[in-house]
């Protein structure tokens, strides 16, 4: 990508030998291919790749909603309104 960009330091460096005429044309047809401009598609290629890592390694909490099961269990089973409302259920059955 940094071949398509232009940059010479990167060229230089790695002593990478592609003609500059080459080059325009990879940039002529990725342009004409996708409709915009080689910067924009680049930026939109690096964004692209940045946000699956980012969906492969990120780990969201589960949020989880407490049931009506557990919202009765924990009035009914607690110890102060416990007592009196068991022994008030007794009372009924009996």
Sequence with gaps: MKVLEGDEELVSHFNISVEIETIKRFREH?????GEDLESFLADVR?????????QVLSRPEIRKITFTEKVDKWALNRYPGIPLFLFIMWLLF
């Design 47 to 55: 964004y692209g790749l940045a946000s699956g890592v980012v969906r």
């Design 30 to 34: 990725i342009e004409k291919v996708y």
